[in-house]
């Protein structure tokens, strides 16, 4: 195996994930279990930028293979990224709290839509750098996000308020890793 690969790998367990969570929604897992999956796919789509940019694909290896021709790399990674996410938000609004959930689902579906449809279809495109503070707003929004279903997760496990502070303060420590993992990805439209 090349090290190329490694993103390949990491892109492929998150779908994997993705569908191991669809499959906790329909047996109800335990939420502990459905959390475990959904913090190790994040971390999986951290890790998968990083190598990504770390062992890119050659320019010309003889081979063709479908997953490196765009638009499929982009896809590929969006749908697995959505499938996990999607996946799990549906877990937290059957089992665990449902007006929370969907108040933060319907937000950032529509910031996300907004922001989407600023940077594409107005004249801020022209602007690079009203782009990157866009998209830098939305990548904020959606680290909190995940920090808001995470909380609802900890709550939701129903530990000593000390474990659940631990538990958040080690989980802020490693959201701001992941953050710094995929920070250098603000350049890329």
């Not at 190790?40 to 010309?60: I, Q, S």
């Not at 904020?140 to 958040?168: H, K, M, P």
């Amino acid at each position: 195996m090349r090290k190329y690969h490694i993103c390949d790998l990491l892109t492929l367990s998150r779908l994997v994930a993705g569908g191991v969570m669809i499959y906790f929604v329909t047996i109800q897992a335990p939420l502990w279990l459905a959390f475990l999956v959904f913090i190790l796919g994040e971390v999986t789509d951290a890790l998968d930028g990083y190598f990504h940019n770390k062992y890119p694909y050659p320019e010309h290896d003889g081979k063709f293979r479908f997953w490196r021709e765009p638009p499929f790399p982009k896809i590929f990674d969006t749908g697995s990224d959505l499938l996990l996410g999607t996946a799990y938000v549906l877990f937290l609004y059957l089992y665990v709290n449902a007006e929370w959930v969907s108040r933060i689902f319907i937000a950032c579906m529509v910031v996300g839509c907004l922001v989407s449809f600023v940077v594409n279809f107005t004249p801020v495109r022209e602007n690079e750098e009203s782009v990157l503070w866009l998209l830098g707003i939305r990548r904020f929004l959606y680290v909190a996000a995940i920090f808001a279903l995470v909380l609802i997760s900890i709550l939701g496990l129903g530990r000593s308020i000390i474990e659940t502070i631990t538990f958040l303060a080690v989980m802020c420590i490693v959201a701001y890793l992941v953050y710094l993992a995929k920070g250098h990805r603000l350049t890329e439209k």
